[in-house]
C-alpha cells in the first residue's frame, strides 16, 4: 500500500478495524482510502472491487475458508471488470510430491490460483513470494537467541545447505507489484512470478549476518521431530527450488528485475541485530 502511494496510485484498502493503529498509518498515506469490513463476508466482497482498475490480493488461513474466499474474490473482481489481478500463490505440496508431502495451509492457495486460470475476463498474475525476512526473527521458522556473550544463536530444524529463497516483505514485496501493474497485465496475464531477491543457504545467512552486524551469530541445525508441528512439510517447501518454484524461473533474476532496489538479508540484520555502538 505505501509503495502503491508514493507511485501515485489511489489505492482501496480493505481492513478488518479503521480504529487500529495500523490501519490508522495507512489511512495517513496519500490517496488511501480504507474499506471497513471483512472477506467472509459476501455481501462486502461484492462490492470491494467497484471502480477498481487493478487489485493485489493476499489471503491468509487464519481469515476463514480461504479457498472460498479465494474464489468469491476473483469472481467480484471479474464482475467488476478489474483489469489487472495480481493474486499471491503457493504450491501444493501434495500435487508436486505425489502425496508424498502435504501443507495443509498453503494447498488452498494453488487450488484458488486453478479457478482464477479458468475464469474468462480477468486478466490475473500469480506471484509466489519466496520465505519471509521478517520470519528471521524468532518464528515458527527460525529461534533467534542472543547469548551472555553477546553472540546469537540461530536455531532451526532447516538444513545448513540448504538454499532459502526469500523477501522483505515490508520493504520490497510493494515496489515488484507496482511494476508488474506498471507494465501491464499483457505482459504478465497467466504468469507466475517468484518474488524472491536472495537465494542462500543458512551457512551462508548467518555468516552475512554476523559480517554485516559485527555481532557473531551461529547456526544450529536441530531435530525436526522437536517442533511438534508437521515442520518437515514446511521445510520440504522452503528448501527446495524444484518443489517451491514447480516452475521455469529465475531466482533471484526475476525478482531484481522487478524492484532493482531491494535490500539484501544483511541489511534486514542490520536492522534488527546491530550491535550497540560501545
Known amino acids: 500500500i505505501p509503495a502503491a502511494s508514493e507511485a501515485g496510485f489511489h489505492v482501496r484498502a480493505q481492513v478488518r478495524s479503521a480504529s487500529k493503529p495500523e490501519a490508522k498509518a495507512l489511512e495517513a498515506l496519500p490517496n488511501v482510502t480504507l474499506i471497513e469490513g ?30 472460498a474466499i479465494g474464489k468469491a474474490l476473483a469472481l467480484a473482481a ?24 502435504k501443507h495443509p495451509a498453503w494447498a488452498p492457495r494453488y487450488a484458488v490460483e486453478e479457478f ?3 475464469l474468462e475476463n480477468l486478466p490475473a498474475t500469480f ?8 520470519n528471521h526473527n524468532d518464528s515458527f521458522f527460525v529461534q533467534v537467541k542472543r547469548q551472555e556473550d553477546g553472540s546469537i544463536l540461530y536455531s532451526s530444524p532447516i538444513d545448513r545447505h540448504a538454499k532459502i529463497a526469500s523477501v522483505d516483505v515490508e520493504r ?3 515496489p515488484a507489484i507496482v511494476a508488474i501493474f506498471r507494465q501491464g497485465a499483457e505482459k504478465w496475464h497467466q504468469k507466475r512470478v517468484p ?7 543458512m551457512d551462508e545467512l548467518v555468516k552475512g549476518f554476523s559480517e554485516a552486524t559485527g555481532t557473531k551469530v551461529v547456526y544450529e541445525q536441530v531435530s525436526k521431530e522437536l517442533d511438534p508441528t508437521d515442520f518437515r512439510d514446511i521445510i520440504y517447501g522452503v528448501t527446495n527450488d524444484d518443489v517451491y518454484y ?6 533471484p533474476d526475476e525478482a531484481r528485475e522487478l524492484n532493482p532496489n531491494w535490500h539484501s538479508l544483511e541489511d534486514f540484520a542490520v536492522n534488527r541485530w546491530k550491535k550497540p555502538e560501545a
Open 38 to 67: 471483512s472477506i467472509e463476508e459476501n455481501s462486502f466482497v461484492s462490492t470491494l472491487f467497484k471502480d477498481a482498475d487493478y487489485a493485489w490480493i493476499n489471503t491468509t488461513f487464519h481469515q476463514g475458508d480461504e479457498t
Open 78 to 101: 471479474r464482475d467488476a471488470g478489474v483489469k489487472h489481478y495480481v493474486y499471491s500463490s503457493l504450491p501444493d505440496h501434495s500435487r508436486i510430491s505425489n502425496g508424498k508431502w
Open 116 to 118: 482464477i486460470r479458468s
Open 127 to 134: 506471484v509466489y513470494m519466496g520465505g519471509y525476512m521478517e
Open 172 to 174: 520490497d514485496l510493494g
Open 195 to 201: 518474488l524472491a531477491f536472495e537465494n542462500v543457504s
Open 246 to 251: 514447480d516452475f521455469d524461473c529465475k531466482v
